[in-house]
Every structure is written in structure tokens, then in C-alpha cells.
């Protein structure tokens, strides 16, 4: 593929005004989300009870719902950049909905296995870089700069909605029927949401026209560049990786924990790990407040500095009223992690010109979310050589890392987006 400079123009004050057309957008993000984290859910749960999978399988299970974005993580913010937004997060979410239909239709045919579910996921994340990239870079062609903030609140108390009610209405459905005929039920969260993007009538313009003039390397070293000589940016992207990296690791062996070290059920894991999303929920509802009172830039550090060593509480849970450190550190956790991309990811979205937003939006989530995937390996390989609750122990210590990088970033003298925007035209500018 090759094109030149993107060309969707900036709309004129009140040009992004259509509530309806966000509203669409949000609602089919939201339905998304949900289908998204019942099946998170339910193919550990499937994999872990059913299947009887080792934790280097589950590692690998985790580590299958990221790895699209070191497959097509850099190129994808190309693509997304030159095509119709919301017609490929359409496409993606039907191409994920037909992957997981072919779950219940194996385990009905007796020819379910480890594999499939770990083919199954890998696929499905290629899709969701796509969307993911896409509905991060069409949200300011439908909302103003000075509303992105809000904008990314209520999406993001979408995705922590969803985080509490999928893990426990996947859990439930589970121990009702089986694990795997509500993967279905995923399915249709997908479809409804490209039912819902279809309805959306705000233009959805494509970014540029074919043309001989940029090849996609050039467009991929362009995206890295504009990242490379933003300092705040690089520090964004460090915490957000090393974030992930540990994520990965604690995602691996979770379930683990909880089914066969604390002996929970289905439906108790799923209201474990809702736990983390009614923090997130809380985090979404107060983002704008928080933002606004401590400084839109400086929220950036402060939080995940402040809230990220609660993971340190995870490890400490056992069994009966012993459960509540894990409780209180996943919703701490939660809490944190919603306000803090609320914060950070408005951020990029405000200094980044429209031109370069999907590729440096691709940028941070191939690497952020490489990590992730790379950590889920590595939780695998942990929780097989040197136990499931030491491996816990090591993603809650890497955790409290992570803010390392903002702490001592110029963000801590930045107040509001501003002040960033100064450092980032600076940093932009040629060199």
C-alpha cells in the first residue's frame, strides 16, 4: 500500500457536533467491549476446566489475545489511517463474531482442543487491533478536541461496565450450561456492534487516496518518528509497556490462582475479576473531575503512581474472608489503570495532528501491547517453573515499575495538555 499525506480535513467549530453519531459510536463500542470480556472470560475458564490446559497453555492463551498487535500492530496504524474507519471496525467485529461461532460448534462436534482455542484468540486479537486502532482515531471526528476527555470517560466506563459484568455473566453462564455454548453469546455482542456502527450517518470519510507518493515503511517510520522526538510521549509509551508487560503475566496464571490455589468456582472467578472493572467504573465516573481538578498532564503520572502498588495486595489472598486483599487490590488497580488512559490517552489524541494519529495510536498499542504479550509468555513460563502465587509476586512488583517512567518525565512540570503541546511542537519539530 502507498498514498500520500493524509488528507481528512479539521472540522470548523460545530461541524462535530451530531450527539447521536457519538452516541451510536459509543453504544457499539460498549456492546463490543461486553462480548469482548465474556469471551476473555470463558476461553481461560473453557480451556483451564474442560480442556485441563498447563499454565504454559494458558500463557499461551493469553499471550494469543495480543500477539496481532506485534503481527500487524505498526502497519495497521497505516491502513487505518487511509481507510473507512467505521466500515473496517464493522468488518472486524463480524470477522470476530464467525471466529468464535466455530468454539461451540467444536466442542458440540467432541473436537475442541488447547489449539483451537489458542488459533481462535490469535485471530480474533488481528481483528481487534483494527478496531481498536480505528475507534481510537475516529473519536475526534466526532467530538471536539476540548471534549476528548469526556469523550474517553465514557467509553472508557463502558469497558469497565463490561468488565464487571462479563466476567460474571460469562462465570454464571459457565457453571449453568458449560463454558462453551455462551461463547455465543460473545458473538452476538460482536455483531450487534457492527449492526450498531452501520446506523452511525456522520461521513466516514477515507483517510487518503492510493498514490505512489509514501510506501508503507515510509509511513510506519513516520509514525515512529513523531513518537521518538516526544519526550512525554516516550514516557507515555514506557509506562503503558512496562504496564502491559506485567498485565501479561498476571493475566496468565489469575485463573489459575483462583480455581486451583483458591479453590473458587466458575461463577466466583468471574465476580473476582468483575472486581476490577467496578474499580475501573468508578475510575471512569471521577476521570473528568480528577483530570480536571489535578491538571490534565499531570494526572498522567500521579495516578499510576499512587494507585498501581495496590497490586501488591493480590498475592496475600487465600481462602474464605482471606480473599479480601485480592478484592482490594484489584479494584484499587482498576480504578487507577481507567483514569490514568483517560488521561494519557486524551493526551496523545490532543497533541497528535489528525494526519499522524493512527499511525502513533498503532505505535503505542503495538508496543504496549506487544508487551502485554510477551509478558503473558513469560507468566506461562513462570507459573510452571517457579509456581503460580511467586509469579503473582513478580507481576505485582513490576507493576509499581511501571510509573518510573512518567514520575521522572517532564510531565512533572507540566500542569494541563498546554504545556504538553508546547514540549510535543517542539520535540515534533525537524530535526
Same mark, same amino acid.
Given at each position: 500500500?502507498?498514498?500520500?499525506?493524509?488528507?481528512?480535513?479539521?472540522?470548523?467549530?460545530?461541524?462535530?457536533?451530531?450527539?447521536?453519531?457519538?452516541?451510536?459510536?459509543?453504544?457499539?463500542?460498549?456492546?463490543?467491549?461486553?462480548?469482548?470480556?465474556?469471551?476473555?472470560?470463558?476461553?481461560?475458564?473453557?480451556?483451564?476446566?474442560?480442556?485441563?490446559?498447563?499454565?504454559?497453555?494458558?500463557?499461551?492463551?493469553?499471550?494469543?489475545?495480543?500477539?496481532?498487535?506485534?503481527?500487524?500492530?505498526?502497519?495497521?496504524?497505516?491502513?487505518?489511517?487511509?481507510?473507512?474507519?467505521?466500515?473496517?471496525?464493522?468488518?472486524?467485529?463480524?470477522?470476530?463474531?464467525?471466529?468464535?461461532?466455530?468454539?461451540?460448534?467444536?466442542?458440540?462436534?467432541?473436537?475442541?482442543?488447547?489449539?483451537?482455542?489458542?488459533?481462535?484468540?490469535?485471530?480474533?486479537?488481528?481483528?481487534?487491533?483494527?478496531?481498536?486502532?480505528?475507534?481510537?482515531?475516529?473519536?475526534?471526528?466526532?467530538?471536539?478536541?476540548?471534549?476528548?476527555?469526556?469523550?474517553?470517560?465514557?467509553?472508557?466506563?463502558?469497558?469497565?461496565?463490561?468488565?464487571?459484568?462479563?466476567?460474571?455473566?460469562?462465570?454464571?453462564? %459457565?457453571?449453568?450450561?458449560?463454558?462453551?455454548?455462551?461463547?455465543?453469546?460473545?458473538?452476538?455482542?460482536?455483531?450487534?456492534?457492527?449492526?450498531?456502527?452501520?446506523?452511525?450517518?456522520?461521513?466516514?470519510?477515507?483517510?487518503?487516496?492510493?498514490?505512489?507518493?509514501?510506501?508503507?515503511?515510509?509511513?510506519?517510520?513516520?509514525?515512529?518518528?513523531?513518537?521518538?522526538?516526544?519526550?512525554?510521549?516516550? %514516557?507515555?509509551?514506557?509506562?503503558?509497556?512496562?504496564?502491559?508487560?506485567?498485565?501479561?503475566?498476571?493475566?496468565?496464571?489469575?485463573?489459575?490462582?483462583?480455581?486451583?490455589?483458591?479453590?473458587?468456582?466458575?461463577?466466583?472467578?468471574?465476580?473476582?475479576?468483575?472486581?476490577?472493572?467496578?474499580?475501573?467504573?468508578?475510575?471512569?465516573?471521577?476521570?473528568?473531575?480528577?483530570?480536571?481538578?489535578?491538571?490534565?498532564?499531570?494526572?498522567?503520572?500521579?495516578?499510576?503512581?499512587?494507585?498501581?502498588?495496590?497490586?501488591?495486595?493480590?498475592?496475600?489472598?487465600?481462602?474464605?474472608?482471606?480473599?479480601?486483599?485480592?478484592?482490594?487490590?484489584?479494584?484499587?488497580?482498576?480504578?487507577?489503570?481507567?483514569?490514568?488512559?483517560?488521561?494519557?490517552?486524551?493526551?496523545?489524541?490532543?497533541?497528535?495532528?489528525?494526519?499522524?494519529?493512527?499511525?502513533?495510536?498503532?505505535?503505542?498499542?503495538?508496543?504496549?501491547?506487544?508487551?502485554?504479550?510477551?509478558?503473558?509468555?513469560?507468566?506461562?513460563?513462570?507459573?510452571?517453573?517457579?509456581?503460580?502465587?511467586?509469579?503473582?509476586?513478580?507481576?505485582?512488583?513490576?507493576?509499581?515499575?511501571?510509573?518510573?517512567?512518567?514520575?521522572?518525565?517532564?510531565?512533572?512540570?507540566?500542569?494541563?495538555?498546554?504545556?504538553?503541546?508546547?514540549?510535543?511542537?517542539?520535540?515534533?519539530?525537524?530535526?
Amino acid at each position: 500500500m502507498s498514498g500520500g499525506p493524509a488528507t481528512v480535513p479539521a472540522a470548523p467549530p460545530g461541524a462535530r457536533r451530531d450527539r447521536h453519531a457519538f452516541h451510536l459510536f459509543w453504544a457499539a463500542e460498549s456492546v463490543s467491549q461486553f462480548g469482548t470480556y465474556i469471551g476473555n472470560t470463558l476461553l481461560p475458564l473453557l480451556a483451564a476446566t474442560a480442556l485441563a490446559a498447563t499454565p504454559l497453555e494458558m500463557g499461551l492463551l493469553s499471550a494469543a489475545e495480543t500477539t496481532g498487535y506485534l503481527l500487524i500492530g505498526l502497519p495497521a496504524g497505516v491502513w487505518v489511517a487511509r481507510a473507512r474507519q467505521r466500515l473496517m471496525m464493522r468488518r472486524a467485529s463480524t470477522g470476530r463474531a464467525l471466529l468464535l461461532c466455530t468454539v461451540p460448534a467444536a466442542w458440540w462436534g467432541g473436537l475442541l482442543t488447547v489449539t483451537q482455542l489458542i488459533v481462535v484468540a490469535l485471530l480474533c486479537g488481528v481483528l481487534a487491533v483494527l478496531f481498536d486502532v480505528a475507534y481510537q482515531s475516529h473519536l475526534p471526528l466526532l467530538v471536539d478536541r476540548e471534549e476528548l476527555v469526556r469523550g474517553n470517560a465514557r467509553l472508557q466506563s463502558s469497558q469497565s461496565l463490561a468488565q464487571i459484568a462479563g466476567p460474571g455473566v460469562g462465570g454464571a453462564l %459457565a457453571q449453568l450450561v458449560g463454558p462453551a455454548a455462551p461463547v455465543l453469546a460473545t458473538a452476538l455482542g460482536h455483531l450487534g456492534a457492527a449492526a450498531l456502527l452501520r446506523r452511525v450517518r456522520e461521513p466516514d470519510p477515507a483517510g487518503r487516496a492510493a498514490g505512489p507518493e509514501r510506501a508503507l515503511f515510509a509511513e510506519i517510520g513516520a509514525g515512529l518518528r513523531f513518537l521518538g522526538r516526544s519526550r512525554t510521549l516516550l %514516557a507515555i509509551t514506557g509506562c503503558t509497556a512496562t504496564a502491559n508487560f506485567f498485565a501479561g503475566v498476571l493475566s496468565a496464571v489469575q485463573v489459575l490462582f483462583l480455581t486451583q490455589v483458591l479453590g473458587l468456582g466458575g461463577s466466583l472467578v468471574g465476580a473476582v475479576l468483575a472486581v476490577l472493572g467496578l474499580g475501573g467504573v468508578l475510575g471512569a465516573l471521577s476521570a473528568y473531575r480528577v483530570v480536571r481538578r489535578v491538571g490534565q498532564a499531570r494526572a498522567v503520572w500521579l495516578v499510576p503512581s499512587v494507585t498501581f502498588p495496590a497490586l501488591l495486595l493480590v498475592p496475600l489472598a487465600g481462602r474464605g474472608p482471606l480473599l479480601a486483599p485480592a478484592l482490594a487490590g484489584l479494584f484499587v488497580m482498576g480504578y487507577g489503570v481507567v483514569v490514568y488512559n483517560v488521561a494519557q490517552v486524551s493526551y496523545r489524541q490532543a497533541i497528535c495532528p489528525e494526519a499522524m494519529l493512527a499511525r502513533v495510536n498503532a505505535t503505542v498499542r503495538f508496543l504496549g501491547f506487544g508487551a502485554m504479550t510477551l509478558g503473558a509468555l513469560a507468566g506461562g513460563v513462570l507459573g510452571s517453573s517457579v509456581g503460580v502465587r511467586a509469579t503473582l509476586w513478580t507481576a505485582a512488583c513490576g507493576s509499581c515499575l511501571a510509573a518510573a517512567w512518567v514520575v521522572c518525565s517532564p510531565l512533572r512540570g507540566m500542569r494541563e495538555f498546554a504545556d504538553a503541546q508546547k514540549e510535543a511542537a517542539v520535540d515534533s519539530g525537524p530535526r
